[in-house]
């Protein structure tokens, strides 16, 4: 017992030993919702003697499920561990479907339907009966209707209008059509296992608790599951933070909180308000900005470390400028820390995954290894890749595996085999694949290969987008298409909108934005002028080959080629058995939601980035910066660029320039000083076991000790000045007359 509840306050204990069958923990970041709902599966495994295999255990994330399992494994040992039912919602609600789901008609070996899959079964439906819907939006529609419940049949029996009862053929056609062919989409894989236990309770007879960490982004579907697990024992444990609801997009309720009150009379709330994570600067402006919700009920938080350091708010000239900012500090703190700080320390948390462009392009320049948090990194997202392929075959046509990797894509109705065929071919005939296929679509080669019409005018599309490209490149320089110029014209050849809006639905507006960074990035390639004075910015490590860049557009080309080439392949590589290399983390708040680091960068705070322009709620995009804010332990830095990535004047997010809000607004220089990397790298090395988010020998932010600089003890006066600008109640108004015209609120 002694070993579960150790480390734990007294609110902490509570939640872990409570003989409350139904229990809410509502409690802000940081405060030990996720340490002590581990502790509270332990305990009753340890000391209530329940079968860990009785247990459902459901998170957000299968990062945070690995995390809770290797907790509780400490605790109670392997065996035991990994009997527990612990993982993300859709991964528990499989397993129960594998098992039990024959009994709902389901086949054991059933498929899962990806997005793609289900959009095209709609396109079909459409078609049929040509109907005037757009498969994207009666997508949508049908993952919206299964989030909140709806089902087919019951949307059928209310549909009144034209348009609803359309929508109703397409929905219950789709249904239908997924049954027929044994799959389920991601929405199935909860319905169908709360249908199995509404009708099937036995299977979950012997289900004794129920524990669900952040609770506040559960949809409707997500309650119900956990209802019908908690059926017959009705124990259940809840922690969230309705500040943290940051999914309310994916339909995430709210309400849900209130619900399971009304639900079971005697739930039993505890609040936690001690906070361990953050230093109390970086809490207090989380504060600050959280508060500026009006209709948001007051609550305590208190810190238990020391105030440390105010966040910084840093305004840059460019995204470039920021991005280089940024990794030149990482490595200032670095070195600054005598080493105690190392990459795994820091996290760059992102809006949107489209902002990573930059940052990877500084990163990579640097040589500074990093990671990717729930996404894949800029280059090796499929639509970058797309286009970057076209632009490598267009630069050099004899590069057989771009050609055969794009040849069909978007999809020209070459198969799999045709290009096989067409591959052999070339290799007997001792020619290049390109140049078979080349003299193939201009009837200049008598191919072996059997193409059927459809497929020739494949062929002949996919060679004359190349030609094209290429002849813009082959002309006089003063004539050459600029970079930006030729990826417009591929996307514009490949009609590359119509094909990502087809085929990605939902996520078109994203892989867009994508290539539109690309662009960005294309665009500052091949301006030496702004590149040049960008260099000359202190904070701008130096870029190579810049004077390359200007001779020519298939050599600016080539170049652009190949600093991707070396982006894309800055991976580090571990040798087996040597210690993994501490790496910078990237993620988007969204996927850091319930981590923390000791150093955290919020770039891009500006409006339409946050609050995003695609957003209508602000509330929700405000608690999504209090998320990103509060994932900080002992530095947090904001920034803004003055110009976005597409060079446009941007106006900084307004939840930062509000009154009240509390930062240190700086506007030049070195942000990091060698006393508080130092005091940064002392507080690191302390003892304090059990602390997650750090790395091994590594500790977290002490209570109560007196050198945690520089609240205790000396302070240098030009980091005590920074703390009576800190303190004035807007961090721009701080700055009085010199304050730079573009930042007044
Ligand atoms: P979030 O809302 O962001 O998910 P949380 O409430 O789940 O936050 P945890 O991640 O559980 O918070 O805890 C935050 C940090 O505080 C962790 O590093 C955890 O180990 C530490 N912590 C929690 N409780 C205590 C305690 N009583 N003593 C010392 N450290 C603690
Ligand atoms: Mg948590």
């Given amino acids: 017992m002694d070993d579960i509840l150790h480390g734990l306050n007294k609110a902490q204990r509570e939640v872990v030993t409570s003989e409350a069958s139904v229990l809410q923990v509502l409690a802000p970041p940081g405060s030990g919702k996720t340490k002590t709902l581990t502790s509270r599966v332990a305990y009753l495994i340890a000391f209530k003697h329940l079968k860990p295999w009785n247990i459902v255990t459901c998170t957000f994330t299968k990062k945070a499920a690995n995390e809770m399992k290797e907790r509780i494994r400490s605790f109670i040992g392997e065996e035991l561990s990994k009997q ?61 209707n299964k989030c909140k419940g709806i089902e087919s049949a019951q949307f059928a029996q209310t549909a009144k209008n034209v348009d609803q009862q359309e929508f109703a053929v397409i929905f219950s056609e789709y249904e239908a059509e997924l049954k027929a062919s044994n799959l389920l989409d991601y929405d199935d894989l909860l319905l169908r296992c709360c249908f199995l236990m509404r009708t099937h309770p036995q299977c979950v007879s012997n289900v004794e608790a129920v524990l669900i960490d952040e609770f506040q982004d559960t949809n409707t579907v997500q309650y119900d599951l956990m209802s019908l697990f908690a059926q017959q024992r009705n124990m259940i444990t809840i922690v969230g933070d309705p500040d943290q609801s940051i999914y309310g997009f994916r339909h995430a309720e709210i309400k849900n909180l209130k619900l399971m009150k009304d639900q079971w009379r005697d739930t039993l709330t505890i609040n936690l308000e001690e906070n361990y994570r953050s230093s109390g600067a970086i809490l207090h402006a989380a504060q600050t900005v959280i508060e500026q919700d009006e209709s948001r009920p007051p609550k305590k938080l208190q810190a238990t470390h020391n105030y440390g350091l105010r966040p910084v708010l840093r305004k840059l000239p460019s995204a470039a400028a920021e991005a280089a900012w940024l990794v030149a500090e990482i490595k200032r703190m670095c070195a600054l820390s005598g080493g105690v700080l190392q990459h795994s320390d820091f996290a760059i948390l992102l809006r949107s995954a489209a902002l990573s462009r930059v940052i990877e392009a500084a990163l990579g320049r640097d040589g500074m290894p990093y990671r990717m948090v729930g996404g894949l990194k800029f280059f090796e997202r499929v639509e970058v890749k797309l286009v970057v392929d076209y632009l490598r075959v267009i630069n050099q046509p004899n590069h057989g595996e771009a ?63 190349i030609l094209s490209g290429r002849r813009k490149l082959e002309v006089a320089e003063d004539e050459q298409i600029s970079l930006v110029g030729l990826i417009n014209l591929v996307a514009k050849k490949i009609d590359l909108q119509t094909y990502l809006k087809n085929k990605y639905e939902n996520e078109y507006e994203a892989k867009w934005s994508n290539v539109e960074e690309l662009m960005a990035q294309a665009a500052d390639a091949s301006d030496p002028e702004r590149l040049k004075a ?46 993994p290399v501490p790496q910078v983390t990237i993620s988007t708040i969204h996927s850091a939601k319930g981590l923390e680091w000791p150093v955290v960068f919020l770039p891009a705070c500006y409006e339409g ?98 050198n945690y600089w520089p609240l205790n003890g000396e302070e240098a006066p030009e980091e005590r000045a920074k703390w009576d600008y800190g303190k004035a109640a807007n961090p721009v108004a701080a700055f009085g007359a010199s304050r730079p015209a573009s930042w007044v609120p």
């Fill in 609 to 706: 980035s946050i609050p995003h322009s695609r957003s209508d709620d602000n509330d929700e995009e405000r608690r999504l910066l209090y998320v990103g804010m509060t994932r900080a332990q002992a530095m947090l830095y904001l920034s803004c660029p003055i110009k976005d990535t597409q060079k446009q004047e941007t106006t900084m997010s307004s939840f930062l320039t509000q009154p009240g809000v509390q930062l240190y607004f700086e506007e030049h220089g070195p942000s990091m000083s060698l006393a508080t990397a130092k005091g940064l790298a002392t507080t690191l090395r302390r003892e304090q076991p059990n602390l997650s988010g750090f790395n091994e020998g590594k500790q977290g932010l002490d209570r109560d000790e007196d």
């Fill in 403 to 465: 050609v055969e990797r794009i040849i069909n894509l978007p999809p020209r109705r070459i198969g799999d085999a045709t290009v096989k065929s067409l591959r052999e071919e070339a290799s007997k005939r001792d020619m290049s694949f390109w140049d078979l296929i080349c003299g193939i679509a201009q009837g200049k080669t008598r191919s072996t290969t059997k193409l059927n019409a459809p497929a020739e005018k494949g062929l002949a599309s996919f060679v004359n987008v």
């Fill in 84 to 144: 527990i039912k612990l993982g993300t919602f859709h991964s528990i609600a499989g397993q129960y479907l594998r098992k039990y789901g024959q009994h709902i008609g389901l086949a054991k070996d059933f498929g899962v339907a990806d997005t793609s899959d289900s959009k095209a079964i709609i396109k079909r439906i459409i078609k049929k009966h040509d109907l005037t819907s757009e498969a994207p939006k009666a997508s949508g529609r049908i993952s919206a």
């Fill in 534 to 579: 960008l260099m000359e910015e202190d904070t701008l490590p130096a870029v190579d080959d810049l004077d390359q860049r200007s001779t020519g557009n298939e050599d600016a080309l080539s170049i652009f080629l190949a600093n991707i080439a070396l982006t894309a392949t800055a991976e580090t590589k571990t040798e087996e058995g040597t210690e």
